[in-house]
Each structure stands twice: as C-alpha cells, then as structure tokens.
C-alpha cells in the first residue's frame, strides 16, 4: 500500500496508506462518530469542502449500497483507521475503496483516529490535507475557505417527484445539497416534492404555488448564502415553512438572527435535543458545524429545542410566520428516526394552511 | 420529573446463587441498584440469599437478609420492613420472577408495595408470552411463528403447523433451560416432554427454527416520560440456535447498514414503548442476513446479562441509570458520569469494537456433550476491546483462560473438518480457524456454520498474518503489524523462533461512552498498539499507586467472590490513600465498574498484558492475594519481572503450590498430611496405591476446584482414571494421596507477621473426598472439641507465621481417627471470605489489605488466635447447575462441580441449615405428611451409614425403598424396606419417581464404570421431578436432622445481618 500522510493545519501528522483516489485533498477535518452509516456520511452533501474523519475504526464492512446513498458525494478527504477490503452485505455491490476511487475521493488510513479526534475537539475543526509528502504547501492549507459549496452540491435543475400514494399536498424543497431521505419523507406522507436548484428566486417558488416550502440541509458557512436568505424573506410568512439544517440556518438569518460557528460542530447519530416546552429529549442524527444563536431572535422567533449537551439552539418556531426549523435531521439516514413526526407537523401545518 | 419524594424504604431483591444462566452480573447491577437508593437517601431492604456478593455487604443497604428468596420468606421481610417500594428489574430472572410471584400471591397489594420502574403490567406483557406475542401484534413487529402448548399433543400440532424444525423455549426459566431443536416429531415429542418438566408453569413455546439467521441484541432504556435510547447494539457472530450466552458476540454490530440497523433500534423503542417499560429492557431479533425480513426472539424487560456487557462496552452504567428511572427521574435528568458534562439521554458512540467469549465449565464435566444450542451452559465470559475485531478476540482467547494465546487448537475428536466444522461447540471458532488454514474456502465455512462472511473474513487475515510471521522474517513493521492484531508476544515466538522481539510498548486508550466527542474524567482503559497512549497523559493524584489483579471469568471453582474480595481491597486500598489500579476482563462484576478503582484496565490477566500496564502505571506493588488462582498464578513471573508481590511474597506463594516444597514445609513445623507419592504414569501409580492402601486419592498439581481429582476404590479404578487423567493432557505429576474419610475443616487466617487472627473455622458437613466448594460449610464448627479447636488454630498460626503470611492465607484440615492433617493450603483469600466476613463482621479483606502494607492486626484492635464465635450459625449450600448440563455426572466427588453457593443463618445449627437447604431450593418437606418416601442406592462401604439413614428416615414415618443389595443390608437391621430393581433391570425405579412415592434419593456408586450412565439417566428423572438427589450420605443423614426438627418458612428467625 502507499504511505501517504495527514498534515493538520496546526503541524501534526498522521501516516497512514493512501485509499480511494490517488490525488491528494485539502479540506476543512471534522469528525463523525456514528458507528454505522459511513455511506449516508461519504454522500451527504452538508460535508461538501470537508475531509470527514470517522471515529468508529471499521469502515466499510457491509460494502456499497447505491440505494442508500443521500445525494452526491462531496467530500474532500476521508480518514479511516480501517477499511474494510472484504465486505459483506445481502445488498452490497462492491468495496468502499472502489466507490471513493470512483468518485475521486481520496483518502488515508491506518492512522490513530482517535488521536486526531481528540485534537480537533481541543483546538476546533481546522484545514488539512491528505499528502503524499509529510511536508506539503502549508501555506495552500491554511489558505483553504469551504465556500461556495452550496452552488456545488445543489441540483442542477428542478425536478418533480410524485408523491406516494394519492397526492395530498404539494412541496416546494429548495435543494442546498439536500439529503435524498428529506424528499422521500415527503413523498411517502403524499406530498409531490418540486424541488429548485439553490439560486431560485423566491418569486418563481411561490409562483408554483406550493402547499408548503421545505428548507433542505446544504454545506458550508450560512452567512455567505446571501441571495438565498434574500429568497426565504420573500417566502417566510406566505406559505407553511419546515427548514432543516443549513434551512434552519438561513431561515434565522433571513428573520435579523444570527449564527455561529462550533468549535467542532455537531457530526453524529446520538446528539440528544430537548424539547423547551414539554419533556421530551429525543435522539437526533446530526451535521452541522454552524449554529443560531437563539437570543438573536428574541422577539421574532421560539427556541424549540436545545442541545442536551451543549445547550445550543436546535430547533426555532416562529408561530406568526407558519414556519418551524429544526437544526438536527429528523429524516434521519442515517441514524435515528425518532424525529420523523416533525414531517407530520408540517403537514398539519399545511392542511391548516389550506384551511385557512 | 424529579425523584419521586414518596419513597423512603426500597426492597430489593437480588438474583440468589451463582448458576448457569445467572451469574455474578446481577450483583454488579444489584450494587449499583443499592448504591443509586442509598445516595438518594432511600433506605434500602436487601434481600439476597448470596453470601458471596458486594451487595450484601453492610455498607450497601441498610438491611440485609441473606435469607431464602421464596415468596414466603420474602413475603415475611415486607412484612417486618414495610418497604414504600420494590425494585424488581435488577435481581435477573430469579428477582423478577419472585417480585411476580408476591404480586400473584396479593403480598405486595397487602402492604401497599409498589414496583418501582416497570409496573406489574410491563413486565406481563413480556414475560407471558402469550400477552407478549398480542403486543407486539399490535404494535406491528413480527415474531417467530410459533404458538404455546400446555402438553406433548398440543406441541405436534403446532409443529405440524407451523413445520420442523422447531425450537422449544419452556416458560420462565433460566437460560433457556429445558429447551431445544427438534427435527421431528420424534425428537420434539422428547424436547417437548423435558421443556414441560421444566417450565414451572408447565408451558412451552413452539417456535418456528430460524437456525442461521443473525442475533441482533439491543439494550434499551425507557424513562417515566417515555424518552428512550438504544444504549448498545451487539451482534452474536454465532447465529441464532447457539444461546446468546453461548455465543461470541461483537459490539457494536458489525455487519449491519444503517438501514438494518436503524430497522431493529427503532422496533426496540417501539417494543419498550408498546410494553410500557420503565427502566433497561433487553430485546433480542433474528435477521434474515438475505433480505430485512426479521422477527423479535424475546425480551427481558429487566436488567441481564448482555445489558452488563453493554455497560462495560459502552461505559453506560445501564442498571444505575434504571434505578435513577425507577425512583422517577428522567434520562435528560441524569448526568453522563463518564463525560461529567452531558447528559444520560444519549446514546454511546464507540471508537473501538468489543468481543465476548463465553467461559464453558466442560473441563469439569468430562464426558458431558459440548454442543452448544438453545440452552446457555456457559458459566462466565470474558470481554475485551480492541481496535479490530481480531486485535479484541484475541485479547478475549487469551483472557479465557483455556490455556491458549491464539486461535491454534488440537482438534476435539478425529472427525474431518467438515464433520466439526457443522457442530456448533465450544471450540467452532478454532475450527474455523483451523479450517481456513487447511485451505477449506471461506463460503464453504459461511455455508456449514452461517457465521457471517465477514468475521471469517476477518480469520482468514489473521491465518495469513500467522503464515506470513512463520515465513517472513520478523521486521519491525511485521512485529506493529502483528501487535495490532493482538498477537501475543508468546505466540509470536513460537512462530517465529525468535528470542528477541522488537522493541515495543502497548499504548491505552480511554472508553469514553463518546468516541472522543467530550473529555472524559473516568479513567477506563484497554490496551492497543498505536503510538499515543491517553493512560500516560492523564494527570496523576501523585499517590503511591497499587495494582489490583481480578479473578477473571466465573467459572467453577472461581466464583463471584473473588471478586467480592478484589473489590474489597481495592475500597480498602483507596481509603488508605493509594491511587489503585485494578485488572480484570470480566464484563459481569464490580471490580470492572468504572468507578471501583481508581482506574481500571480492561484487559486479560497475562503476564505480558499486566506487564503493559506495569510500565505505565510503576506501582509501588501488585495484590495477587484477591484475585484467586488467576491472580496468585501471575506472581511467580511477576516477581521475576522485579514487580514487588504486597503481602506474602512469591517464594511463599510458591512453597504453598508446589506440593514437594509444601511437603517439606509441613515437615518443618511437625504436621503431616494424608500421605502422598508424586507418580508419573500408571504403573508408578499402581504401586503407590498398593503401598498406601485403597482407597486413594488421585490428583494433578496445580489445579484449580479439584480438577481431574478423584477418589479411587480398585486397582481397575485407578486404571481407568488415570488413563483419563493422562489423557486430558495433564503435564505435571500426579499425587496419589491415601484418602481418609474423615471430617473436614476449613480456616481462613489473618496474619501480619506478628499476630494470626482466625475470623472462624468452618466444619463440612460431608467428609473428605467431596470437594470443599460442593460440601455443606458449617460455621462454628458443630463437631469439634475443646482440644481439637486449640489444635487447629496452633497449627493454623504455625503454617501462617512459617510461610511468611502477609495477608490471608485459607487452610483445609482433616480429621481421621482423632489425628489432624493439613490437605491444603491457599495463600490467597478463599471462597469462604464473603460469608465469614459477613457473618463474623470481620473485615478479613480489609485487614488483609492493611497488614499487606504494613499495618499490625494488634493496632486495630485484634487478637491472636480464634475470634468469638458470632451470634448465629451460618451454613453454607452448595448450589448446582446440572439442569443446564443435563449429561453432567452429578456425583460429588473431589472435583467440583457447583457454580455458586446460598447461606442460611439461623439460631441453631438445624435452623441455619433448613435456611440454607431452603435457599438452595431443596424442598425440605416435599411431598407433605402422605407416601413419603426414599429411595437408598449405595455401594457396600456406606451400608452402616446408610442402615443408620433407614433408621431416621423410618423414624420420620417415611418409606425406605432400596436397591437389592443396599435393601438386604438395611433389611438385615430389622428395618422395613421396600426393594426396587436396579436401573439396568426394569422401570421400578423410575416408576416410584413419577408416581411421587419417593421424595428424595440417595445414591453413591462407582463414578467411572458403566453404571454412571445410569445414573445420569435416574438424576435427570429426578431433577425433572424437582427431587434431591444426594451422592453423599452425610448431606442425607444432616437432611434428615432437618427434616425432625419440622423448621418451616413461616416460623424461621428472620435475620437482618446489618442490625
């Protein structure tokens, strides 16, 4: 196998063996700690711009399963400290190493994860690269932004999925790098789903006249998406609003509020998320390095939900506006599907909307 | 919600004795059950019957009734202590059951008793299967095919039904008992039959056979608002048909998609949701590896085995988190102890993957069939975490203790390998090990054994790693490779040849309960081989640290209390102000608990794995004393290593275990042992026997629980045995010892070096030849005089000054014909230190631990010599599990054979007895006033004791039914006996077992000749017929003491050992 090395930003190196492409990636390192779904991981377009490090050391034991991938694989880098090269699975299709390879994803293992998790959880996410030389271009590392993701990772063009079953409502998902399982929780709740490229303009959604409008997750920095927060004020407050992730994000932006960035973010299938008004803490799949601060909203919106362990914001109502977002991802995939009720709620909110 | 503020009196009931099925996990969640009530300021009523346990122990509740957990018992200590509340959930099966039992029998509605967690109608629905299969009907999960039979006929029908094979699973019973495959109507007409027997509700599940697929487990956890959280997912690489306690089994899953995955986590919330649990809940599912189709096995809507082993996976304390729940706190209430800043309701992320290997007890029981099924007869495991699946399965193999450090193993039996390869046994994984280096393809191994690809997968690159050290040379990078693999440097060397190895050092990595994602403050760590090491960069107290080394996996002959006494040390070492370090791979106990020490290595008790944490911990000295033969085994190396021994040194330790060097010690002082040639082979033996006299005893050195012990009457005995003995591969010599039928004595002693303190002595009921650990323990002896007792305990601070005794030191003594012989000394603490302690209120741990160190008996205000005897009499009762290993021969003899031990305490000898025959679930008074009868069955050297067993048993007004020749030497007395016809002749005994004409049975006879088979087949009859059956008259004589004195469960002196 050939070496090949992780330089952090900060000097460390890891050495390990190049897998899957053989380039060489600069990327933001973050780390996820679910044990299962690395596939829903590497095809998850919120990593855009990142090189993903997996904490679990197994990877790749049940292969690659086409169906279960959520959208386009955006990563930069991946980091393993095991890839499995003999996989197993009844729906598995080939070895993980052929999938990066094919998407020209590279990566390395053999390398101490947790080491390197532990350093991104003292110092923050920061850039690295994935090198053939222990010595790369430092300078391009640091120099490296995750921007602009948002266009890359976006559909190209709208597109229309019927609904299951008889059609009761009609969504209009605008696609920041949207999951495939946001859709599919629509659709089997009888929604068509017209979804539009980032870089729609409000007005043409609306024209569509829509039930309802769902904010997908999307990569990157929110604040510099600004012409889709200019869209979503155009939007908020004229039909039932449901954002997630990068959604709820940009919503909170398009109402005065603000956000943030995490020291490491949220990148995992076990973040419990507490309702404010009731007494449910439910188990939340999550990708996020970016946060609302729920004090900028004062007066605009509801927090929610909190995080359980950090107390950052992961869920704002803003009742006068029908609009409702959630930073978690309760249509899971992976991870739990606990939260998969807020897809009810929306379309509570859209029966009352066609009500009314 | 807060704590439920109504509660200020908890019951707790714990899981009774050690047996296959229940082992020691339930006093790890008793204790901490126990501790939660406490540090809630709950006032905790404990009633277990298990002396051996830290639960029982004074510190942790605040009224203790090691009494017998009947419902009439029970029933009585609710009455005295008028609990608010019951704690049901944490006392394994035998607790739940129980806690039904006393809401069924209307005691807990009595006295206004309320289940604190899961309700009364939580815990119906999962257990009544048949209110369990409608829930989940409801609630849309599938279940096997199966439906429930109360008889035989109705079994067929179902089968026919549902179509062969077919599983049984008898209702409420332990571990599967009773249960099994059945083909075809034949052999279910068989199963069916037993598994009714066994149910005590004479009910069974016939079950659809879903052999193959894969066991998929979850631990879930509920709270009072309905949050819950999967807290671990663990994956059998044995499929379903082998027991899941039989099985070696990976967390997390590894083979599974997130869409599998979340398939089955969400049908477990949705089942503890459906059940209404409140609390831990296990549920167990069979996946079809070829499609998502599954089905639900079972649920435990309790704490249990595999919720231990995922506490210890995860570091998520399950049981002390369910009693949080039960008290009525929520999950987003509770903190994460672990991390210090989240919060209880999450679920663990692991960065590393754990293994567990059962520990099977089928070196004690030679002969007895060790094809695994649906039935557990494992007795203990070992867990081990690693950063692979091979790197944690071979820290588990060596950790096992079956004497091997890699996956190669001589071949059970001459069958090709595809013959062993199809039979699920104890040894299938080395099979296949085997297998993949004959060069057998890895789908023909998947198509016989239904393993999962990829664990063999993962084999097939440990066999090539093997080959490639055998013929590559061993470069540095080979060697890392083959440490991160888990190799062992003792395995590496025998595949290489090579006497220097690399320079290497293990590195340890922290469980965390979060994959890193949060600091962690609870030091707990495993062994890797990657460059960082987090145990060297913790910031240290600065303290003298002290190393601990546990006991292991439970097994026969090492039992639950050693880790009563390692735990114990380590509280005593902690309080005196030391950093202590504990050992240990056993995911069941206390000792593992990530708070018992102050850090605690999860890791195999080797010499090169304890020297891995040697290098990073540098303590000023390691305890071997608590840790049983596992621990004291490891002193001799440890030693060598230039490790300081506390306590006796390792030149002591080893004149005690090395039989010459002891011989001359004995010398020494003046005392002598029964007389004994060492022998190497059976003509040496032969003479030594002639020369000693028959009967004789034969035993390996060095062994553990008498193994390969027996007492041998005939020169045709000792030859059949010795064959067996030699062919069991035993390399040391062999003593032939002359065996003395007299009454046998035990000591644990104290000693500084300066003073000896003897705590009590403790008289067996059944005399020498009956393993220690399988004898009825009396305390204070019943029997002994005034001269004797000075005797004893002369001798006894002779032989703990002579051999240097620091610490405690466990003497076996016998008495034949007046005349006091030493069988055997352990320098180490005992089986017998739970119960004295508790009884005595001695701390004999504590003290060992401190004269260890360097503290004086005298300074803490102890004498020389005997203590006062305590207030009552405790008896210690051997408890069995012969119905998990039904072709086990029962016959006591010098081997032992029990998994675990019950006590009665009582004003009398009589009392303390029935007590403790109550609690080991011998029906003292079967069968009531009408048709009771025994049936006597003994070899010709006990027709004195067994006339004199006529006499009492005739005197009770009971029948004495005998075999012919037993029945001419009762008759010769004058006594009235029925005679019944051997087995080998016609029915006539097993038709007074099924009639009910006879209550008890008493049965000595040659234990290796062909009549053993008989009798296995009369014991099995008799088990299933819930009637004792004794092979020792000794136990029948004292029974029959009991039985005049007519104690009964509503009359005993409940006795609080606390107050």
Known sequence: MKKAYLVLSNGTVFEGYKIGADTEAIGEVVFATGMVGYLETLTDPSYAGQIVVQTFPLIGNYGVIPPDFEGRCAVKGYVVRSLCDAPSNFRSEGRLDAFLKANRVCGICGIDTRRLTKILREQGVMNGMISDSPTPPMRDVAAYRVEGVVAQVTSPAAQELPAQGPEKYRVALVDYGAKKSIAQCLQKRGCRVLTFPAGTPGEEILL?????????????????????????????????LFGICLGHQLTALALGGQTLKLKYGHHGVNQPVKEVCGSRTYITSQNHGYAVVAGSLAGVGEESFVNANDGSCEGMDYPGLHAFTVQFHPEA???????????????????????? | MPKNEAIKKALVIGSGPIVIGQAAEFDYSGAQACRVLKSQGINVVLANSNPATIMTDSALADEIYLEPLTVETVARIIEKERPDGLLAGLGGQTGLTLSMQLYESGVLQKYGVKFLGSDIEAIKKAEDRELFRETMLKIHQPCVPSDIAFDVEKAVEIAGKIGYPVIVRPAYTLGGSGGGIAADEAALRKIAATGLEMSPITQILVEKCISGWKEIEFEALRDNCGNAVAVCSMENVDPVGIHTGDSIVVAPTLTLSDKEFQMLRTASLDIIEALGIVGGCNCQFALNPDSFEYAVIEVNPRVSRSSALASKATGYPIAKI????AIGYNLDEIKNEITGQTCACFEPALDYVVVKVPKWPFDKFAGSSRTLGTQM???????????????????AVRGVEIKMDSLNREPLGSDDILTRLACPDDVRLFTVFEALKAGVPEQTIHDITKIDPYFISCLRQAAALENEIKEQPLTESLYLTAKKAGFPDSYIRALTGAAELPAFRYSYKMVDTCAAEFAAETPYFYSCADEHCEARELARSGKPVIMVLGSGPIRIGQGIEFDYSSVHCVWTLKEMGYDVVIVNNNPETVSTDYDTANRLYFEPLTEEDVMGIVEVEHPIGVVVAFGGQTAI???????????????????????AEDRERFDRFLESINMSRPKAVAVESTEEALVAARILGYPVLLRPSYVIGGQGMSVVRSAQELKTYFDAILAGGVSNSVLVDKYMPGAELEVDCISDGLTVLIPGIMEHIERAGIHSGDSIAVYPPYNLSDTMTKKICDVSVKIARGLGTKGIVNIQYLIFENELYVIEVNPRASRTVPYISKVTRIPMIELASRVMLGEKLADMGYKEGLAEPARYYAVKVPVFSFEKIADANSIMGPEMKSTGEVLGIGRTKTEALYKGLCAAG?????????????????????????????EKFTDLGMKIYATPDTAAAIRARGLEVTMARNIWENNDIYDLIESGAVNYIVYTGAVMDSSVGDFRLLYRKAMNARIPCMTSLDTALALADVISASYDQSRTHLVDINH
């Open chain 2, 633 to 655: 085994k490891l002193a001799k190396a440890l030693d060598a290593r230039g490790v300081r021994i506390l306590g006796t040194s390792a030149e002591s330790i080893d004149i």
């Open chain 1, 333 to 356: 995939n992976g991870g739990p599907h606990d939260t998969e009720f807020l897809f009810d709620r929306f379309l509570d909110m859209m029966e009352r909307g066609k009500n009314a």
């Open chain 2, 322 to 325: 369910s009693t949080m729940i």
């Open chain 2, 922 to 950: 011998i029906d003292v008074h079967a069968g009531g006033k009408a048709g009771r009868g025994i049936l006597i069955s003994v070899e010709d050297y006990d027709y004195s004791d067994a006339i004199r067993l006529a």
């Open chain 1, 208 to 240: 569509a006249n829509p039930d309802g409008i769902m904010l997908s997750n999307g990569p990157g920095d929110p604040a510099e998406n600004v012409f889709e927060i200019e869209q979503i004020k155009k939007m908020i407050g004229k039909k039932p």
């Open chain 2, 377 to 395: 007869k494992a007795t203990g495991e070992v867990m081990a975490i690693g950063q692979s699946f091979i790197e944690a399965l071979m820290k």
